[in-house]
């Protein structure tokens, strides 16, 4: 396995704790394509439709806990040379949206786009997990 080093640096930084307010984004995306299907179409709907429906709600209960977790193990609850129990939380529950997300995305573009873009941000991850000063895991989360 990679072993992280960025622990040993890991303290609160407000710029870090507020980037977690950007995965709010997505949550806010997947509430507007709900809303916009309930809207514009016309129950019954089909099959294919109540997939999206409930993927897509999900995603966003996904996204907004994230946020709650990303802040509380980023900025609340960091300290040097400790991994809290929100920042454990915080890693499942980011893999499992990682994982809903990669799923949703494959269903609806194939394998291979999802399959891309999920490697670029497992490399982001180990990349900012691999820092060796505070102000480079700042720069890199």
Excluded: M
Aim: a positive charge; charged letters at 10%.
């Amino acid at each position: 396995g990679v072993k992280a080093s960025a622990y040993k640096h890991w303290d609160p930084n407000v710029v870090v704790g507020l980037s977690a307010f950007c995965l709010g984004i997505p949550s806010c995306a997947f509430l507007s394509v709900v809303i916009c299907i309930v809207q514009a179409v016309t129950p019954p709907y089909g099959f294919e439709t109540w997939i999206h429906l409930v993927f897509y709600a999900i995603l966003c209960l996904f996204y907004s806990f994230a946020v709650i977790l990303c802040a509380l193990a980023d900025f609340v609850f960091i300290r040097r040379n400790h991994r809290s129990y929100y920042g454990k939380v915080d890693i499942f529950w980011a893999s499992l949206t990682f994982f809903a997300s990669n799923v949703n995305f494959a269903l609806r573009a194939g394998i291979v786009e999802p399959a891309l873009c999920s490697v670029l941000a497992v490399a982001a991850f180990l990349y900012s997990g691999s820092s060796k000063s505070f102000d480079q895991w700042v720069f890199r989360h």
